[in-house]
Structures are given as C-alpha cells and as structure tokens.
C-alpha cells in the first residue's frame, strides 16, 4: 500500500528567466537586428507589415526596449539627478514632489537624493558615474569639487534656492531679503515694536539672507532687533525657540524663517505661554507651505513662489540642453505677503 493518497503535486520552479533581448526578436520573427530597433523608433523607416510582425512577436516574448540604452547612442539620456538633502524641511519635500512631477512630464527621469548632509555627499560623488542630463541641487552639503567635477563631465548645474556664479550653471532664488522686509512693514503698521527672529541653521543662506531683510527694514524704522535663535527648520524647533525667546522678552512679533518653525512657535506662544495671537503677539512664517493655510493655523507668511520655481527650472534645464553654451543664468523671483489670520 502507497503512503501517498494519489494526489499528485506539481512544483515550480522560483528562478527567473534572462531579459529577452532583441536579437530574440530578431530570430523569432525571422528580421535583422537593426530592424527591431526600427520598429520601435518613431518615424524610422520601416515596412508596416513587417513593423507590426515585430511588435507583435515583442509582445509575446514580453520584450520591451531598453531606454536608457538606446539613449545612450544620442545626445540625451533624459537621466536629471536632484540633490533633495534632508527632507524635514516641508517646503523642499513639496517643491521636490512637484518638481519630480513635472520632471516625469517632460519625460526626463530623475533620480533623487536624499538624507543627511553626509549621505549626501558620498550619493552626489556616486551619481556622477550616471551619464546625467543635468544635476538640480537644491539641498544638502554639496562637496567643494561638484562644479568642476560637472564641467569637466559636461553636466549642467542647477541651483535652487540660492545663487552659485560659475560658468554654464545656473540659478534660481527667491528675493529673501524683499520678503521679510515687507513682513517687518506690515507689521509696523500694527504697531509692532519688539521683534524676534527665529533662523534656520547658521550655514543656509536663505535663513541669513531672511534675518538680513528683517534687521535692515528695522534699522530703516530705527529699531534694532530684540532677539534672535537658530533652530532647524522643524516644528518642534521653532516651538522650543518660541519658548526661549518669549521667557526672555516681552516680544510682540515674530518672524521665522520658514513657516514650519513659524507654525511651532504659534503653537507654543497659544497652548502653553498663554500669548494671544494675533491681539498680543504677531507670528508671520515664510515659504506658505500648505499646511500655513489650514484653519487651525492660518498663518500669515510670505510666499517663496513653488509652481513659478519648478516652471523656471525646467525652463533653463530646456534651454540648457538645447544650448550647452549659453551664459550662466541667475533667475531672482519676487516673493508674495500673504495676509492671513496671525499678524
């Protein structure tokens, strides 16, 4: 007697087969090699039956070309790499989510790094093995080689978010110091007197160039700065800075550098120092990420203009390509005072 109960069982086998290639094209449908690559390329010559005996037989093999490949022998491998940094920042997550968007819609593929300063570096040095259209920085530590790194690759530079003169890159950049000057005027309409200023990191030059536009505008109005605290552009920074600077000082307005500490300070000042806002203290942020305009919070911030960013960009990325070239570009966007509910 059998231990078995007559059933039969079937295995399959886990192990993956090769990548069908052209040349499996090429014999299965009984053509050249050099017509495979005719049938998928647009407005290339070919017989029309023979043309859709060919990708008809892909089909069936489940052959797909290899893009990146094929690119290679042009001019172009629609390869943009995007140095994010560290995403923490809620105003470069969403520019770098919109500007992957409509990087995809140009039918350009960008890889994105992101991470710590130090992840950064090592990823930057590592993409460079990538044949890339164009490298957008537009956060992170950069290693002091990158542009001549690039220039000899002939890789084009794009910044964003501040300005790098050197010879075919180019960059695009918010009047930082316009927008929190036109804070500092709203405000002094109110009668504001006592300002604070809550900074990103010491090293980022749009948080400098914001505390510069903020001192210069009070200097003009012969005022001088009460109080200044660096954070790191996070919510739970700019709460704790509020806390700093609102047991010092009796403060009547605060501007932050971008709005996510700005949104941490209102919340301190209203849930645990028991500041009225706006009646007592003003609170304007900077960069209207979407957050800003949630009823909860409806700050009052200067725009730092996203959507006109990503247009410029992919703008000059364009106009690069099509003219290695031309002179560098530095493009400077003027920022937009959004009257909301905390001045």
Known sequence: MSDHDGSSQKTTSSKRGRRVTASDVAKAAGVSRPAVSRAFTPGAYLDDTKRER????????????????????GTSTNLVGVVAGDLNNH????????????LNGANKWPIVLGGEDTVTKQSILSILNYPLDALIIRGGSI??????????????????G?????????????RNEAGTSMAVDLLLKRGRKSFG?????????????????LTSRLGEAG??????????????????????????HPLDAIISANDAMALGALSAARSQLGRRVPEDLSIIGFDDIVMASWSDFNLTT???????????????????????????EICMLDPILLERGTH
């Open 54 to 73: 060919i990708l008809q037989t892909a089909l069936q093999l489940g052959y797909r070309p290899n893009a990146l490949a094929a690119s290679l022998h």
């Open 91 to 102: 105003y470069d997550a969403e520019f770098v989510a919109r500007l992957v968007s409509r």
């Open 143 to 160: 290693p002091s080689s990158l542009i001549s790194d690039c220039e000899k690759l002939s890789i084009p530079l794009i910044f964003s």
């Open 162 to 174: 501040h300005v790098v003169e050197a010879p075919f890159t180019d960059c695009i950049c918010c």
């Open 197 to 213: 200023f809550i900074g990103g990191p010491k090293t980022r030059t749009s948080s400098n160039e914001r505390l510069l536009g």
């Open 223 to 248: 005022l001088s700065l009460t109080s200044v605290v660096h954070s790191d552009y996070t919510y739970e920074g700019g709460s704790e800075a509020a806390r700093i600077m609102l047991g010092k």
């Open 302 to 328: 200067i725009r730092n203009p996203l959507e006109t960013t990503v247009t410029e960009i992919l703008r000059m990325l364009e106009e690069r390509l099509e003219n290695p070239e031309k002179p560098a």
